[in-house]
């Protein structure tokens, strides 16, 4: 998570292009590949807001108190935004001038951490998932599909581990 770090998504734009053109398993699979490398913009309202540090660019007081926005569509099915670009981003913004907030450059497992996470009391989080530039595409990522793109990392990551455990494993011969 980096404060207002730009992004650009061009293979994550160009799945959903190809999947929104013709919906197949092939371009779904690309899609939820780019998925899980892209970073996104999240508006961020942050309390105190931000000062002008030194080199005139907006500094995080340490202590601040940081919440990422939900949009609430029909029925009152929330979720956290994911814009790929400035572009999208000044959608939003356009749509919301009085919202002037800063952004927060997240990944995927930033984003299946607040998603998947439960309150002190066991409470899950309110979002259902996330939307994908809500204001252009507009590719809802459902909290189901957050957690199996989150198994299916920690799999890769073990797989990973045993692969290199392995190859750091020499056979043991006896002299004779």
Not at 29 to 42: D, I, P, Q, R, W
Not at 73 to 94: I, L, V
Not at 132 to 145: D, S, T
Not at 157 to 166: D, N
Request: hydrophobic share 45%; glycine share 6%.
């Amino acid at each position: 998570m980096e404060f207002n770090k730009s992004v650009s998504n061009p293979m994550l734009i160009g799945a959903i292009e190809l999947m929104r053109a013709e919906d197949t398993p092939e371009h779904r699979n690309m899609f939820v590949g780019e998925l899980a490398k892209a970073s996104f913009l999240s508006p961020a309202i942050i309390e105190p807001a931000p000062e002008e540090g030194p080199e005139g660019k907006p500094v995080i007081t340490p202590g601040s108190k940081v919440q990422f926005p939900m949009l609430t569509g029909a029925e009152g099915m929330r979720f956290f935004m994911a814009f790929t670009d400035a572009a999208e981003y000044a959608k939003w913004q356009e749509k919301n001038p009085e919202q002037k907030l800063h952004y927060f450059a997240l990944k995927i497992d930033d984003y299946a951490a607040m998603v998947l996470r439960r309150d002190a009391k066991g409470n899950i989080c309110p979002a259902l998932g996330i939307a994908v530039n809500p204001f252009g595409a507009n590719i809802i990522v459902p909290r189901e599909m957050l957690a199996g793109i989150m198994s299916a990392k920690a799999a890769q990551a073990k797989q990973a581990a045993s692969r290199q455990a392995a190859d750091k494993v020499k056979p043991f011969h006896t002299a004779k």
